[in-house]
Structures are given as C-alpha cells and as structure tokens.
C-alpha cells in the first residue's frame, strides 16, 4: 500500500473552471445508478453495509441534487465533467439533433462539449481509468483520453489496448457478466479494485447500471444482497487507501398503481387528440437497453407546430394528472439548466408515481414483468453523497448549502484538505 | 403489559372514508416535525437509534409523500384525518380569512373541516390522547375530542381537567420544557409513554417540534443527540407492546448561500416593482413561533390586482432565480391538493436552498443565528415512514406505490392485518 502511494502523481490541475488537488492516494469516483437514498437505508439498516456506514460516521454521508433531467447520460456527463447540462451539452440519452433533425442517442462524445476531468487528471500523470456497466455510457464519457484505460462490464470480453488502452479485462475482473443483472454493477467496482491493486490505476471513476433498481424495490431480499455486494467491493477499496466519494446519477421510484399497472400519461396522444396534430414527445430516457424501463420515464420534452399558442398549451398539460411541471425553452434552460438546442418549445416533469409517454405504440410494456420503477423528474433528482474523509470547513459549507452530484470529483480530490492546504 | 392489553377496546371503525381497524394493542402514530431523513441516516449511522434500527428491519422504513405546502399545520390537519388539505380546508399556518378577507393564523380548529381519526377512535372507546409540542397545534387538532386528553409540552403546567381532559401532567411527564428546545419535543414522546404506563392512553397522536431541525443539520451532534433521545422514547413505546408508526410533516433543508446569507426572494417586493404596486405575498410559514426561521419558507400564496394578467405574472415569477413551480388556483388545486379558498391568484414554490418572502420588512433575520435551515416547497415534500410491524400485502402494495404521510394512521391501525383479516 505505501509502496503504490509513492508512486502516484500529485498535481494540482484545473478544468471547467475548477481547481482539483488531488492527494497522492488512489482517488475513486464511483456513481451507483439509480440509487435512491433508501436503498442504502434498508441495506444499512439490515446490517449490510458496514463499509457505507465506516464511511458516513468518519467522512461524511448526505444529500445531494442531480441534474435534470434526472437521467443516466445527463448526470454522468455532468459528473465527468463538473458542470450542469447547459454547459455539457448532454441534456437526455435521446433527443432531436439539432443538425441533422433526426432523433439519435447522444451516446457518442461528439456531443459532449467540454473537456472531462478524467482527461485533465490524465495530463498531470495521473493513471486514470474508468469503468462503466454499459458500453455505451464508456464511449460517451471516454472523450480525450489519451492513455488512460476505459472499458465496460458489458464488453469485458472484447477490449482492446487500441480502443481501451488494456488488452485483457477478464483475467483481471473475472469472466463478462451479463448486462441484464446485479453483477454487471458489481463488476465495475471489482474491476476498480483489481486495477488498484495491479497498479495500472490511481484516479478511477466507476459507473454502474440500474437493471437492479429498477426491478426491485428497497427492501426486496435481491437489492439488500446485492447493495451487500456493492458494499464488499468498497470495503476493499478502502483498504487500498482509496479515497472513495460515491453518489447516483438519480433516483428510482415506483410508477405504478397499486394494481400493478403503470402510470403513463401518452402525451403525444394526449395533445394531438386536443390540439389536432403535429406534436411531437421525446423520451429522453430512450437508450439501447429499454427492457426494464420500456422508455417510459418522468420527464419529456414536446416540440409543438408553429400554429399553436406555446402558452396555451403549457397550461393545458399543467392540469393533467401526474404533471408536476411545464417549463418553455426558457424557463428550461435557466431553471432546469438543460441546454436549449436538446430542448423542444416545452419541457414536463412528472410526479412521483408517474411516468409520460408518447404514444401507446412506442413504449414495449411487456417486459416489465408486471412493475414500473422509473425515473427522470424531481422525485428522482435528489441523491445519497457519501465521502470517505472527514471534510474540511470549506467543504462542510458546501455540503449544508446546495451541492450537486456533478460535485463528485471536487468532494473526492479537494473536501479532505485542511484550511491551511487551502489558504 | 397483557394487563393493559385487555383493557383496549379494538372496534373497527370509519371516518372521512376510511376503515381503520386498530388492533388491541396501544397504537402510537408520531409526526416528528421537521424529520428529513437524513437526520435518521446520521444518527442511525452513529448507532444512535437501535429502536427505529429495530422496527425498520422487522417492520418498514420507506419515504412518504406529505401534502404540500410542506408547513406543519397543513401536514398535522392532513394526518389526523388522513385526507389531503383540500378537503382538511388546511391549506397554510397562515392564510387570508376567505370570510373576513383579514390576515389570519389557520390555529383554530374553526379551519380544520372534517372530524379527526382521534375523535372517531374515541367514539369507539379507545382512550385517546394527543400531545403536541406547541399549544396552538394542540387547539387546532382537538377538534371534537369529548374525553380524550389533549395537552402540549409548552403549557404542560397549565392543563385544566375541562379543556385538557387530564389535569396533571408535571407529575406524570416532568417540568414544563421551554417551548425553542429539543426537550420540547422529547416530552411529547416520554408523555405518551407515561400516558400509557399510567393506563390513561391506548390511542395516540404524538406530534413534535421542529426547532432542532431549524437549528441543527443532521450531522450536528446537538442533532444527533436530539434523535438518540428521541429513540430512547420509542424504545419505551416498543416496550409496552405499543404499534409504532412515525412520519413527518415535512423534511428541512439549508436555504442559505455557502457564506451563510439566507438566499431570500423578496416576492412582493419584486413584484410590485415590476407590476406597479397591489401585489400581496402571504407566506404560510407564518406562525407565533418565527424566531427560527423568521416566517421564511419555500412557498407563498399571490394576490394581484384585478388589472393584471395572471399568466403573464405568473410566467414572469417562473423564471426568478429560486422559483421551481409556479400554479394557478385550478393548478393549485388539482395538482397540489389545496383548498381554493386559502390560495390567491397564484401559489409558488421555491428551490431545495431558496425561500421567499414577502418585503425584508415583513421578516427579521437578526433570530437566525447566522443559518436559515426552512421547508414549504418540494423539496421538503418526502418524508420517512416507518412502522413497527411488518406489513400486509396490501399495505406493501401500498407503500410501494405512492404513499402518503398522512396514511399514517392507516398504517398504524390496519398495515400489519393478515390477508385472512382483511378479506
């Protein structure tokens, strides 16, 4: 362990307007997906985390706000990076191209805008590397590394030294696990400690995937066991001397009457039923892989034809059941800090039991095996923050005021520092 | 104790729609005012409350949705009588009189419209007692109570047997607490203990003050400490074979900047410098007790003056720095369950670290001790449940849905009922 830490660099760097001192420790960056809060209440509370629990008395543990929407892409660009969507440029996992006016994925880095802090912490000789669950999400957030290594569970078995600057993940982490299950999340944690302890990594952020969280609620045996899991591979990172801060990239609430049956405004429907045509919902929690959600999710936004009054039809969708907010462009972009070229003429929240979709057509609800959890508005923003190190003043400031997920790095490289290092 | 228990009467009963069959056992439901869950995470990560440990793990710990806004009179009137503040006619702590058109305090149980559970158990023969931190709670929530016993821990030395129903309570639960102090609200709790060791009570509304939670953030050990005590009484509670089910009316959250500075919109002000003048705020926080948050929450109610267009006011507010939601009275009273008659032209809520106010005039910081820790708006709306028996599969189904707080007494009396019992 001593041995490692003289090896690591220790350069201070700066991207996005930030200052970044990281200590000469590994630093791990890790964003549980879909990890609402009561998640680790209930593994806690069952005496499954003792490490999040080390953590929360000797560092810090609370709550912090995402970015809105609060989706997978959004957020994990934002922490990458430490900036709100405006400025990354991601403000779903699906939208209309403003250039082409095709509806694409934003799964490709060309539409992250600025620079990531990973790349940054690269250039001062930092061994960076990332880990991923889905394939996707590592192309997105892989932008500028030179050297550093990125890989997911899901493609373990097809790295390769050009594309992921490591040629064999398998032997390092163990054998690809499927991407429909728990131990593609865990694998991204135990790839991160296998990389420590080969010394091939000593700034690390690690991203799982939700298929758990949206299958299961809190207190159903399979989350508990596999929080435990999550939890097992943190304790080992702790002692690696990993300085460890973990957040989510949203929440996760049913949507679901208590029948059973989901909770879908069909939007699209709705409104050309209504105002007779030509509008149009993106979903932006679409991605490759819809099995457990079926693309339907809390926020959307609508792109209206030009003969409609854009405020006369914002207040129509105010009054539908299971809308919490209607924002225009405008409003989106300063209060919902979404970029505006992602954004229709409205964009919808929606409450915490409902999802919108856009038409019945375009969502595949038979694979929910009779449940929605889902995700996307303001009942999913607000997310655990957990740090390893007590904080400094400064940082203990930051923490009662207004922090954000996309703090992740700062609290992970700066909030240990003491006043004096500061000052 | 299996003394006590035969002495309970357990008659179903129905009130304000519901069926609410209490088992023979003393039933306790607890508002823990101001209880964001994390103040449970901190001091449970502390091992300072094994009790609530306890239930979570043979019970149920999730997060309910309380009614908005999220003030203590609002949530209090919706949980005594399980209905939302449209139909409670509690829509604020302090309101324009729709009759008298004056500015006026909701704390008088003249507001409160519908009959409570606590006066329908009573009629069924269950010893009913409510304790509240505040005496004007008490009043407002004694609504039709005949025998029951209603009493507060700020005018513990003042009970009479005419108004109270009991006519000592010094000896029974201690001195009189002073009212801006964590003791006010573990008094409530050790009296209801006492209430039950005693054989006065087996039928319980126990409902606390928020001061600490104004005061301290979750990880202050003068927060922690408050908890501990507070699991102390529960442990007692669980004792005396008593249902435990605990919520809140609302969570807390920091509304200053990183400087300490409350982060304060100045709405009428605001307004009346970009419209002209008759604009009115009215701030529901409103209450006797301002010293700790200085009548600053996050959500007002507007009146405009006949010559302006609501929904160009309304656009305009959307987009003021702070400002997350922004209803019409239709909106208000669809989408956020509230009473017309309580609500102006417009109701507005603020973000997780903003409030707003009326004029600086109307508000004295110079209280705050250098902090303001407030509530009102969505971000204060979710709030922990937590039931000390394991639950039906109704009541799962329930508590996987949306879930509300002021379900409380319905998961006291009936979530732990078998399939058999229910059928």
Redesign the interface.
């Known amino acids: 362990m001593l041995e490692l830490q003289h090896t690591i660099a220790s350069t201070p760097f700066t991207i996005n307007g930030r200052d970044y001192h990281p200590p000469a420790r590994p630093i791990v960056a890790i964003c549980v997906d879909g990890c609402a809060?009561?998640y680790?209440?209930?593994a806690?509370?069952?005496g499954r985390m003792p490490n999040v629990?080390k953590m929360?008395?000797q560092g810090?543990?609370?709550?912090v706000?995402g970015a809105l929407p609060s989706f997978t892409n959004v957020n994990n660009c934002a922490i990458v990076t430490g900036l709100p969507p405006r400025q990354t440029g991601i403000g779903g996992n699906y939208i209309i191209d403003p250039q082409s006016g095709d509806e694409v994925m934003t799964n490709s880095s060309r539409f992250l805008k600025p620079d990531t802090i990973l790349a940054a912490a690269e250039r001062t000789g930092r061994k960076v590397a990332m880990v991923t669950a889905k394939d996707k999400l590592r192309e997105l957030l892989a932008k500028g590394l030179e050297t550093g290594i990125s890989f997911s569970a899901e493609k373990a078995n097809q790295v390769t030294a050009e594309v992921n600057h490591i040629a064999d993940v398998e032997s390092l982490a163990g054998p690809t696990p499927a991407i429909y299950s728990g131990e593609a999340s865990v694998y991204v944690l135990r790839a991160g400690v296998a990389l420590i302890e080969q010394g091939l990594a000593d700034f690390l952020y690690l991203s799982t995937t939700d298929y758990m969280q949206h299958r299961y609620?809190?207190?159903a045996p399979e989350a508990i066991d596999f929080y435990a899991a999550l939890d097992e591979q943190i304790g080992r990172l702790l002692a690696l001397d990993a300085v460890v801060a973990l957040t989510a990239d949203h929440g996760m609430n049913?949507k679901?009457?208590?029948?059973?049956q989901p909770n879908v405004v069909y939007l699209e429907t709705a409104l050309n039923e209504q105002f007779g045509g030509g509008c149009r919902v993106i979903c932006p929690i679409t991605d490759p892989y819809v099995a457990h959600h079926g693309a339907l999710g809390s926020a959307v936004t609508v792109y209206l034809p030009t003969n409609l009054d854009v405020?006369d039809v914002a207040?129509w969708i105010?009054?539908l059941?299971g809308?919490?907010?209607v924002?225009?462009k405008?409003?989106a972009m300063?209060?919902l800090e979404l970029p505006g070229d992602h954004v229709g003429d409205l964009f919808v929240l929606a409450?915490?039991?409902a999802v919108i979709g856009r038409t019945p057509e375009h969502h595949d609800l038979s694979q929910l095996h009779g449940s929605l959890r889902s995700h996307g508005g303001?009942?999913e923003e607000?997310v655990p923050l957990i740090v390893s190190e007590p904080l400094s003043d400064t940082y203990r400031?930051?923490a009662?005021?207004?922090p954000r997920n996309f703090d992740l790095f700062a609290f992970a490289c700066n909030a240990a520092r003491t006043a004096q290092a500061e000052s």
């Open positions: 809060d009561e680790l209440n209930t806690i509370a069952h629990v929360s008395v810090y543990r609370g709550v706000r609620a809190p207190d049913a679901c009457d208590t029948d059973g405020n207040a105010r009054d059941p809308v919490t907010e924002h225009d405008a409003s300063s209060q409450a915490r039991h303001r009942y607000l400031a930051v009662a005021g207004d």
